[in-house]
Structures are given as C-alpha cells and as structure tokens.
C-alpha cells in the first residue's frame, strides 16, 4: 500500500540548482506548475509528495556500535600488547596476560564511550527544520505539518514563523527575516520580490527565504522551490557528511610512534632469540627471554596513560568554561597555529548598539555594549548631562518612539524582541533616561507608516501635550533631501548643514557602523491619518545615530593573548567587508604597520584557484561576505599548509568547517544544535576569551603527556635493553617478565601519571605552537633516553653481580636488587622529567604534591614487593639487606645528577624564549 511517507523515487526539487532568485514569479509558477492564487489542489500535494519526498533530511547510516568496538583495537601499539597477551598466556604465565588484556580493554572501552558522544549534526539539523506552516492549498489556507511541504507549495509567513522550506517569495510586506545562523548577516534581512542576477551571492538572494531561518517582522507569501536535503539547508548537512574527519596531531604522532616502537621490539626480540639459539641455548628459553624483551620494552601504561591524561585535561577545561565533546581536542588545541572565528556572537556580541551620536552639530559617543542599558554619554571624552543637548534628547526621543521592538529582561539579563536595529536605538534612549514604556505614554502613537525596502524608512504620529508630531526614521539618502532645516545644539530651527551631515556619514561607515538618520515634523493636532505625502517635505533634520554589532569586550585580550602565542586568528564571516573590517580592526586582528588588515570577499574567493588559495589565505586575516562551502575551503587551504585549525561558530553555516577543521569549537548558549554536534568543544560562556584560556590548557596538558612519554621511553628501553644483553652475551636473566611486569603497571600509575597534575610552567603562552611536523623522538629526546638507558643498564648489572659474587646472595635476591634499582632510577628519573628544559630547583621542588605521593606510595609498594611473603611468592622476590639499599639508591642519585648536569650543558644559558627540548 502507497502512502505519502514512502522513500522519495526521484530527486527533489532544487537539486539541479535552478537559480529561482533570477526568475520571474511568472516563469516560477510556470516551472512548478502552480497558481498563486488557489495554491496546489490536494490531490496534487499527494502526488508530489509521493514523487519528492518528505521534506525533512536524510540521516547517514550510522556505524553500528560493536565495530566501532572493535576498531579501538586497531592500532600498532595495541597490536603489540594483545600479542604479548596471548603469548604470556600460552606460557601458562596467566596473571600476566589477564593484567595486559584488561589494560587494553579498559582503553578500549574508555575510546568507544567518546566515540559514541560525537556526531550528531544530522539529526540535529533534522530537528532544526520540523515545524508546521501555513499553506495555501485549493484556495484554502491550512496549516500542515511543515514535513508535507512540496516544490509549488504556496507558504503564508508572519512574525515569528521558522521559515519551512527554501521559498521564493510572491508577495513582500515590510519581510524580515534572520538568516544570521545560516549567511552569518548580524541584523535580519529586509526581503523584496524583485528578480536578482543569476550570480547573485546567497546572502545577497533577498527574495529567497530560507529552510531554518526565522522571520523576525513583517509579511510574505512564498512558492516552495526546494524541500529536504535539497534545501540551503539540506545541501549543508551534505557538506557536513562529506567533511573528512581528521586524526589530531597527538594521534598521528602516536601512531607513527607505535609503528616505530612495533618494529623496533619485535626486530630487538628476534635478533635476541636467534642469537641465543646459534649460541646453542635452548629455543624454549630464548623464547621466554624474548617475552621478557617485549614486556619489558613494551610501555603497557602508554595508551591508557594518554587517555588518562587527555580526561583529567576535559576536567580542567571544563573548570575553564570549554566542554571537550572528544578527548584528543584537548592536546589540538595546544598545538594550534590558526583559529578561524565567525564574527557574529563569537567576536562581537550579536547585538547591535549605539556607539555614536550626531546631533545639532556636535558628536556624542556612547558607552556600553549590546542590549543592557547601562552606559554612559560622552562629548569629546567627557561624560556629558544629556539633558543640557536638547538636540540630543529629541534625536534619542525620535529612536525610542519610531520603534517596533521591544526589550525584556529574562533571567536577569535583557533580551530582544524584534529588529535587533530598533532594539540598538531603545537601548540609546535609555542611557539618557528616555525609558521606552514612559516615553510613550507621554506620546502615544496614533498612526505608523511601516518600513518598507522600496522606501528605506519608518514614520510614525504621535500625540502629547504639545500637539501631534511625526517622527520618521530611515536611510540618509531617503531623509536628508526631505529635510528643509535642522535642529541646533540648543533646540532652536538652523539651516540645514548638507555637507557636514554626509562628512559625518561617511566617517561612521569609513569604521563599519551602520547610519541611521532621524528628522520630524510638528502637525496640526487633529492631523489624521499618515500617509507618504506628509513625511515627502518640511522634515527638520535630528541627527544621526551610527551603530554597530560591538566586539565582546574580553574578545580583545583573547585575541591579543593568541597572536602572543604565535596563534593567528581569522574572520570568517558573511557579514559585509567594511563592518567586518571595522570589527576586525577593533579586535586587533592585523597590525597596521605592516599594510593593515587585508579582506578577501567570497567574489574574491571564487576567482582565485585552489592552488593559488592556500598562500592567499595565509597571509590574508578577514574573509567577508562568505558562503558555507567557501568556509570548508579555507578551513581545507590552511590545513594545505600545514597548520593545525581550529574553527569557531555558532551557526549552521559554520558547521561544515567545523567539522572539516583540526578542532571544531561551538558556542553552547547561541549556538545552534548543528554546530555543536560538528564540534570537539563547545565554549559554555560563549567568550571567545575561553579559547585562549583552553588554548594555555591544551599546552599545559600537552607538555605533561610529552614529559610522561619522555620519562616511559627510556625506563621502558633500559628494561628491554637489560634482557636483551643477557640473551645477546648467554647471561643470566637478571629479572624474570613477571617482574618486569610489575614494575611497568605500578610505576606507570604510581610514578608517571603524577606528571599529569604537574602545574603549567611560566612563559606557557609567550611561545610559539609546536610544529606539527616535529617528530615526538627529536635528537636531544633520543640522547636523553639513551642517557637513562645506560644509566640503568649498568646499574642493574652491577648490582646484580655484586649481589651475587661479592655478597654471595641468591639469584633471587639478586634480581630483587635489580627491580629495586630500575624503580628507584624511574623515581628519581621522574623528578627530571618535571621540567624537559630547566632544573627541578628552578621550578620548585614541592610544587607538584603529587609527584611525592606517588614516590612514596611506589616505595611502599616496592617494601612489599621486597618483604611481604604473598607478593614473594607470586614474584619471586626476597628480602634485601641494608647494604643493598644503599647501594640503589647510588645509583638512582647518579641517574638524577646525570640527567640535571645534562640540562644545564644544553639549556644552561637559555632562559627565554625558544628554550625547549626540541
């Protein structure tokens, strides 16, 4: 049985991408075969329906749960610990093979949790565009859930409507519509019916309404030209499926990492197993000597300690207002070299505000920002009475009262209801006590002439005490040749000053502000109905009010603090280029010394070639007037060139890039539910500040994993290289692998994981980001480990043949001694590791708590290792004399002296910047 629900049979309309904005409203019901008028017939409806599709979009098929399981196995390193699992087991060595399973699966496990978490932009966009809408439909108007829409639908929009369906629009009345989430245009766009040219912008199609955006003010009726995935909308999630999904910088270092240590051990084991049996020892032996070289070279801690390491950065993080959605985000954003931010409600406030005023000839500045009106006029710098500017007060007045919007205070904080423009002059008027709800009273409005596109303004008849009066509000160009004079400084009539006026003007927009002009006119006071003809002529000039969506103020530190850091930071918006530029220069994006800031439009970006982009958009720091697809290639550009991404916004047009980038990071209170899913992080304050913050976490946490990764490799060489040398030479295995075993678990948790509360070292930020190209074995790091090594390795032989030739204790005491001084050496050997660069002195020897509790808590573990009879019998282990303690900790000393003398050659005169261990 058919029914309209079933899977659409062929594509939807607007998949081939006709260009609706540049037909006639003739030739688009000619293509839809639709009349205005009466709309579809239901029978028709039906039909396309069945032909077309729901509109509503298609979710991906998600990856079913126990591959994406099992896929956490797949990694060379974890390749490493199963097999030695199985072979310790098919040894009968059981203990130690269920402790090396267990490790890989509770990484395993913790792995498929974060996953689990990620990517859900699909259903959220889904969710974005189910809705119901008012359709015209036999010549009837009904309302249908908005999944029914089909191509030639006719659709009845109002204030407040969430547009269903991509429209073309048929009929306009004084339409808005806020497509900020979706073209990144701060103020809601004015919509007309006029036919555009085919290569009109899709910010620029203001007779196309959108899926998903909403309708701020106003009337319209628009024919569905596109449902679905075909929609604006639709076409974006398809972006978002097929953004590639990139590995961070910690796990391609890791990975590559793991494949190294891979063949490493296994080349290591074989060469020591076919020594030994060309020696003419026995294969069952060698065999149980070259699990011993594995366990022991083997770093078992490695993966759950970079996961352990990666959990306690979320919780800092989190602490700091950034929520990490997926674990290696935290170590990204230390290694980040380009933040590419959205400017509306991510540099800027996403509220338009007031920041100058013009009026009877003399400039006044406004403080404050957004929507609270707490704020302060100034003249000159200094804070003025407004109500000594008469011409101020009437100009302010003249906001207040031409005005549609409203604001509310809704859980302490002031919010916007209506045009967010209206909403900037309510919030003037307030800072020079102009409330709007006794404003009013004092003049109520008795007729309005709306805003209309073809006219660029607002009029509106008030009455009050003094006669009536019309206030009228708009473009300069539609109010300044109306006007026939001005209002002074002192409220007196003055001719009117053309010139100084548009000299004026063209410094507001010269900064990005946007210009409103405001005039009025005295009327009889029985003056009835308003119309056109009265607001033609006789109008007295007010003033000017310029206004701007203002940079957050924390925006401004944050930026300065990331190009400190060597971290660049880029405007991707789709806002115009001048506004952008102004928001760009006030935030401190470029520095105008050296050719100031440079802006790219998307017209730019479509004439320049993929090969030619990547240097264009390295050196250049706003990009305006930008489509979604467009974000994706810059994002995919600088990525060309090598550098580590990060991509902030809050819109469904950010989400694409967000995805695309090295760390995606969304705004949790404005942003939409698109651009989180999309997102590694999602900033909680929405601060652009946080990033910074979370960028100094990131390093903080990044430098812990390379100090735990430093202090593992050689403690894990010195043990592989001790078994190897007995296998190589026909020695005595000075420790057996169960012993090993535990020293690598306990000193992993007890020891290396203290590395992790290691407090951030001072000059965090004034450093450049690391190079993500830099291997994590550099030349000095494999001297270090080699130094440690050897150190090791002829500790654990002395002792072990003093033991046994001098003191003439037993085998076991003797391989009792040798575990002792390998813990001991990795105790001490942890203290260096403190800091990669400088002396352990230097940065304070009790400022990391932790690290003592934990040498503490290994040497007790090691005192029952020695002493308890339980863990003698499970190890092997025997009690030590005295003379064997002193003995260890010689050695531990001499490691510890060794590696701060070796710091001190290398980084003895550095004490700025560049001073690292690379």
């Known amino acids: 049985m058919s029914g309209p629900d079933k899977s659409p049979q062929t594509p939807p309309a607007g998949e081939n991408r006709v260009s609706w904005h540049a037909l006639s409203s003739a030739l688009v019901a000619e293509t839809l075969d639709v009349r205005f008028k009466e709309g579809l017939t239901l029978a028709e409806a039906a039909s396309r329906l069945w032909k077309h599709g729901r509109n509503e979009l298609t979710a991906r098929r998600a990856r079913p749960p126990w591959l994406g399981f099992l896929l956490q196995f797949h990694q060379p390193l974890v390749y490493i610990l199963l097999a030695a699992g199985i072979i310790t087991a098919v040894l009968g060595e059981h203990v130690d093979s269920l402790v090396i399973f267990g490790v890989v699966l509770i990484n395993a496990t913790v792995g498929f949790i974060q996953e689990t978490k990620a990517e859900m932009a699909i259903e959220a966009l889904s969710r974005l565009v189910v809705t119901s809408a008012t359709v015209r439909r036999d010549g009837r108007r009904r309302r249908i859930p908005s999944?029914?829409?089909?191509?030639?639908?006719?659709?009845?929009?109002?204030?407040?409507?969430?547009?269903?369906?991509?429209?073309?629009?048929?009929?306009?009345?004084?339409?808005?519509?806020?497509?900020?989430?979706?073209?990144?245009?701060?103020?809601?766009?004015?919509?007309?019916?006029?036919?555009?040219?085919?290569?009109?912008?899709?910010?620029?199609?203001?007779?196309?309404?959108?899926?998903?955006?909403?309708?701020?003010?106003?009337?319209?009726?628009?024919?569905?030209?596109?449902?679905?995935?075909?929609?604006?909308?639709?076409?974006?999630?398809?972006?978002?499926?097929?953004?590639?999904?990139?590995?961070t910088p910690l796990t391609r270092k890791i990975a590559s990492f793991s494949r190294l240590l891979l063949w490493l051990i296994l080349g290591l084991a074989a060469l020591g197993f076919l020594a030994g049996v060309v020696r003419g020892a026995s294969a069952v032996d060698m065999f149980m000597a070259a699990v011993a070289l594995a366990v022991g070279a083997i770093p078992e801690g490695l993966p759950a300690a970079v996961t352990i390491v990666l959990a306690i950065g979320v919780s800092r993080m989190a602490r700091r207002r950034a929520i990490i959605r997926k674990l290696p985000a935290v170590e990204t954003l230390g290694s980040t070299t380009v933040i590419c931010s959205d400017k509306t409600g991510t540099l800027t406030e996403n509220q338009m505000t007031v920041?100058?005023?013009?009026?009877?000839?003399?400039?006044?500045?406004?403080?404050?920002?957004?929507?609270?009106?707490?704020?302060?006029?100034?003249?000159?710098?200094?804070?003025?009475?407004?109500?000594?500017?008469?011409?101020?007060?009437?100009?302010?007045?003249?906001?207040?009262?031409?005005?549609?919007?409203?604001?509310?205070?809704?859980?302490?904080?002031?919010?916007?209801?209506?045009?967010?423009?209206?909403?900037?002059?309510?919030?003037?008027?307030?800072?020079?006590?102009?409330?709007?709800?006794?404003?009013?009273?004092?003049?109520?409005?008795?007729?309005m002439i709306p805003f209309e596109s073809e006219h660029m303004f607002r009029a509106t008849l008030h009455g009050g005490g003094s006669g009536r009066m019309i206030y009228k509000v708009g473009a300069i160009e539609r109010l300044l040749d109306r006007c026939s004079d001005q209002l002074a400084a002192d409220g007196s009539l003055v001719p009117l000053d053309r010139a100084e006026i548009l000299r004026v003007v063209d410094a507001c927009a010269s900064d990005g502000l946007r210009v409103l002009a405001l005039a009025r006119r005295h009327v009889a006071s029985d003056h009835g109905e308003l119309t056109h003809d009265h607001v033609k002529t006789g109008l007295t000039f007010l003033g000017l009010q310029g206004m701007i969506d203002p940079p957050r103020s924390e925006a401004l530190e944050a930026v300065a603090n990331c190009r400190r850091a060597g971290v660049r930071v880029k405007m991707i918006t789709g806002d115009h280029a001048i506004t952008a530029r102004a928001v760009a220069r006030q935030v401190g994006l470029g520095d105008e010394g050296s050719g100031g800031i440079r802006v790219l439009t998307g017209r730019d970006l479509e004439e320049i070639s993929d090969e030619a982009l990547p240097e264009k958009a390295m050196e250049t720091e706003v990009f305006a007037r930008v489509a979604p697809e467009q974000k994706l290639r810059l994002v995919r550009a600088l990525q060309a060139r090598g550098q580590i991404v990060a991509m902030t916004g809050d819109g469904v047009n950010d989400a694409p890039a967000l995805k695309q980038s090295d760390i995606g990071i969304a705004m949790g209170i404005a942003g939409t539910d698109v651009a989180k899913g999309a997102a590694d992080m999602i900033l909680?304050?929405?601060?652009?500040?946080?990033?910074?913050?979370?960028?100094?976490?990131?390093?903080?946490?990044?430098?812990?994993?390379?100090?735990?990764?430093?202090?593992?490799?050689?403690?894990?060489?010195?043990?592989?290289?001790?078994?190897?040398?007995?296998?190589?030479?026909?020695?005595?295995?000075p420790v057996l692998p169960v012993q090993l075993l535990w020293v690598n678990l306990t000193t992993a948790i007890l020891l290396g994981l203290m590395l992790v509360f290691e407090p951030k070292e001072a000059g965090l930020m004034n450093r450049p980001p690391r190079d993500p190209a830099k291997p994590l074995l550099t030349f000095p790091l494999f001297m270090r480990t080699g130094l440690v090594t050897l150190i090791m390795i002829a500790g654990a032989y002395w002792l072990f043949y003093l033991e046994m030739r001098i003191d003439g204790q037993s085998l076991a005491e003797a391989r009792t001694a040798v575990v002792n001084v390998i813990v001991a050496v990795e105790a001490a050997y942890l203290f260096c590791c403190r800091s990669l660069n400088h002396s352990v002195f230097r940065i304070g020897l009790c400022t990391n708590r932790a690290a003592f509790f934990g040498v503490l808590s290994m040497l007790s573990a090691q005192i029952l290792f020695t002493y308890a009879p339980t863990m003698n019998r499970l190890f092997h282990s025997t009690p030590l004399s005295l003379e064997s303690w002193l003995r260890i900790g010689i050695v531990a000393s001499a490691a510890f002296a060794a590696v701060e003398f070796e710091k001190w050659v290398r980084f003895g005169g550095k004490r700025g910047r560049g001073a690292e261990l690379e």
């Not at 006719?154 to 269903?164: A, N, R, S, W, Y």
């Not at 429209?167 to 979706?182: P, Y």
């Not at 019916?193 to 701020?216: C, I, M, Q, W, Y």
């Not at 906001?399 to 302490?412: P, S």
């Open 147 to 247: 999944v029914e829409l089909v191509p030639g639908d006719i659709v009845l929009l109002e204030g407040g409507d969430l547009v269903p369906a991509d429209l073309r629009l048929i009929v306009v009345k004084s339409l808005q519509v806020n497509e900020s989430a979706l073209t990144g245009e701060s103020v809601p766009v004015m919509k007309d019916k006029v036919v555009l040219p085919s290569e009109t912008l899709l910010a620029d199609r203001r007779n196309l309404a959108f899926a998903g955006s909403h309708v701020t003010g106003g009337q319209g009726e628009g024919v569905v030209v596109a449902t679905g995935n075909a929609t604006e909308t639709g076409r974006i999630a398809g972006l978002l499926a097929g953004a590639t999904e990139l590995s």
């Open 355 to 447: 920041q100058r005023v013009h009026a009877g000839g003399e400039n006044f500045q406004l403080t404050g920002s957004g929507y609270d009106p707490a704020g302060r006029i100034l003249a000159d710098g200094l804070e003025v009475d407004p109500d000594r500017f008469p011409a101020l007060i009437e100009c302010l007045r003249a906001g207040v009262l031409c005005n549609e919007a409203e604001l509310v205070i809704e859980d302490g904080r002031p919010h916007m209801q209506g045009d967010p423009t209206e909403a900037a002059l309510l919030v003037a008027g307030a800072k020079a006590g102009l409330v709007h709800a006794e404003t009013t009273r004092a003049a109520p409005r008795l007729d």
């Open 684 to 733: 909680t304050d929405d601060h652009f500040a946080t990033i910074a913050a979370a960028v100094e976490e990131g390093r903080g946490v990044f430098d812990n994993l390379r100090k735990f990764i430093v202090w593992t490799l050689p403690t894990s060489f010195g043990e592989g290289c001790i078994v190897l040398l007995a296998m190589l030479l026909g020695l005595t295995l």
